[in-house]
């Protein structure tokens, strides 16, 4: 027999599933939820030939994986995002563990399905021999023609509805069938009339199976027209020979009807092939418009959202692009995610080194805080306004803190300031009020002191001079403006200390303690005298330095010996004058 049967290998079609009733349905589970994937396995469980959906439920487990892990990196970016520590993060479980139950069960199913097959596949193997074994013995039996050919029938009947056997012995079991039907035929052919009658009801069969294949043409479902085209093949084979006369032409007819849906199929998958390729370069353009996206890195947290927002648009066009075959597909994803990984690899470092840099500058505002804390108390009203006014420029000089930790901090930065400036006006305020009054009761004060008049300006009137000093100094400061008060007192004072009868450097010393009478409750005045007297010394320090200085230039000569007399005396002013700022400086330093 020269008759031929053409291999017609199947394809995965991807993103189409084809059910238990042979319809194709095109399905994209890039748009199915986590949950809608576990879902469609769980349905895909109930089918009770669970190998004809195992190819789909292997590109739902990619799938499902692929959107978890986008989940997971989306809400580990997220809770860095929002302060939390990258150690401390916990992805739930729960979505993944339901997914692995259930596909759990579907590879359980598979395994039974697969066990229960290759035991069915056996027993036909095992029919399908007999029924060979019980041919050749029709051969060799004694019976009439017309039994003969009725047992052969039966037997013909039955392999035809005996199910598939093992892949392995599928051709050597076709090959040995066929070869004792065609024995058969030889052995019977004593009764032509019987063959010949076979021979036309295997044409009518075969005619209808090229009707068959012919109308495949205007099947729109590819996969469904290769897959009944299989299934016409294997029929082929089951239909028994033809008389010579239409044997080569009966089989071009189904050959030729073959090709042309092998043709359309081939098409079919060169144009799938060519737009394969288009869509894998348009891939790789949008994974180098992400590349170029964080080629310079931004700098600053809104530069990277409007990053992210491009990338995220970007990866939206990708996945819309849809799906590359098998092998191209896993190439493009990895590629792709090679791409979105160094994004957000670089994305999470910055906001990393941002966390560390918040946290180091919100350590800079606590402890500018707790500097201004400390001195919200003081009332060295000068020093401490220079120390409150450099924390502020300092503080201004910090970073960016979280919107939620900055406010709580600033305004425990500024109640600390506020406190302290709102106690120094405060008392500025009382000041000022008291010097007000002490401008009242110091001008009646010298009104009637410029009316005193002493009987006696002995030194008897010392301690009376002293006693007025006292009474002065304890009416307290006046205000700026009001200096000539002062001014009029020692005037007076002045004029009372002239009559008494004292040497110069005893009224000298009457007045100083008089001054030490009038500060020694103010530490300022008192440190602002220390200063002036260290002040005079060393410039009567300098003073000596030059007049000995000058001195080394006189000529040993009976003419200079009268300015170098002067100049010695001038240095001897000097040095009492020295010896009395430091007793005035002691007397100071005794307060």
């Not at 970016?77 to 069960?105: A, C, L, R, V």
């Not at 290769?226 to 032409?249: I, S, T, Y």
């Not at 530069?303 to 075959?325: F, Y």
């Not at 200063?531 to 320090?541: A, H, L, P, V």
Request: one cysteine or more; hydrophobic letters at 30%; a positive charge.
């Amino acid at each position: 027999m020269t008759e031929n049967t053409e291999s017609t290998p199947i394809e995965e079609s991807q993103g189409t599933l084809q059910t238990e009733n042979t319809v194709d349905i095109i399905i994209n589970y890039n748009d199915f939820s986590l949950q809608e994937l576990i879902n469609k396995v769980s349905q895909f469980n109930d089918f009770q030939n669970i190998y004809s959906v195992a190819k789909e439920v292997e590109t739902i487990k990619s799938v499902f994986y692929k959107k978890l892990s986008e989940e997971k990196t989306a809400s580990k970016t997220s809770f860095i995002q929002t302060g939390g520590d990258e150690g401390d993060f916990i992805f739930d479980p729960k979505t993944e563990n339901n997914f692995k139950s259930i596909y759990k069960q579907f590879k359980i199913k598979k395994a039974e399905y697969r066990s229960k097959q290759e035991q069915e596949h056996a027993i036909n193997l095992r029919i399908k021999k007999s029924i060979i074994d019980e041919i050749d013995s029709l051969t060799k039996g004694e019976e009439t023609i017309k039994d003969t050919f009725e047992n052969f029938r039966s037997l013909q009947e039955k392999w035809h509805n005996t199910g598939a056997v093992p892949p392995s012995h599928k051709n050597d079991l076709w090959q040995s069938y066929h070869h004792h039907v065609e024995l058969f035929y030889d052995y019977i052919n004593i009764n032509r009339d019987l063959r010949d009658l076979d021979f036309r009801k295997n044409l009518e069969r075969k005619t209808d199976l090229c009707e068959k294949a012919e109308a495949l043409d205007n099947e729109e479902l590819l996969n469904k027209a290769h897959n009944e085209l299989q299934d016409l093949h294997e029929a082929w084979k089951e239909v028994g020979p033809v008389d010579k006369e239409h044997r080569e032409a009966i089989w071009e007819r189904f050959k030729t009807a073959t090709r042309v849906i092998h043709k359309k199929r081939n098409d079919y998958f060169l144009e799938l092939k060519k737009k394969n390729t288009r869509t894998a370069e348009l891939k790789e353009k949008i994974c180098q418009k992400i590349i170029a996206v964080y080629t310079i890195l931004p700098e600053t947290h809104v530069d990277w959202q409007r990053a992210s927002l491009i990338v995220l648009d970007l990866e939206k066009e990708w996945k819309s692009l849809g799906r590359l075959n098998k092998s191209e597909n896993s190439k493009a994803w990895k590629r792709f995610r090679q791409v979105i990984g160094d994004f957000y690899n670089e994305k999470n470092e910055f906001y990393k080194q941002r966390k560390s840099n918040l946290k180091s500058e919100l350590e800079k505002k606590v402890a500018i805080c707790e500097k201004a804390e400390a001195l919200q108390d003081s009332t060295d009203w000068k020093s401490t306004t220079e120390k409150i006014i450099q924390l502020q420029n300092d503080w201004k000089k910090t970073g960016y803190v979280p919107k939620s930790q900055s406010e709580k901090i600033w305004n425990r930065f500024r109640k600390a300031c506020n406190t302290f400036f709102d106690k120094k006006k405060a008392h500025f305020k009382y000041i000022d009020a008291k010097k007000s009054e002490n401008l009242k009761n110091k001008t009646a004060f010298l009104n009637e002191l410029s009316k005193k008049t002493f009987t006696n300006m002995g030194k008897g009137c010392i301690t009376e001079l002293q006693n007025i000093n006292k009474d002065w100094s304890k009416l307290g400061d006046v205000s700026r403006g009001n200096e000539k008060l002062e001014k009029q007192f020692q005037q007076i004072m002045d004029g009372f200390y002239k009559s008494l009868k004292i040497t110069q450097k005893e009224l000298d010393e009457l007045k100083f303690k008089n001054k030490l009478e009038d500060i020694k409750e103010n530490e300022f005045k008192i440190e602002k005298e220390r200063q002036f007297i260290r002040n005079k010394i060393s410039e009567s320090q300098k003073e000596i330095a030059q007049y000995e200085n000058n001195i080394s230039f006189f000529a040993n000569s009976k003419g200079t010996e009268k300015l170098k007399e002067q100049v010695y005396q001038k240095i001897a002013a000097c040095q009492t004058k020295i010896e009395e700022l430091k007793q005035q400086l002691r007397l100071l330093n005794e307060l």
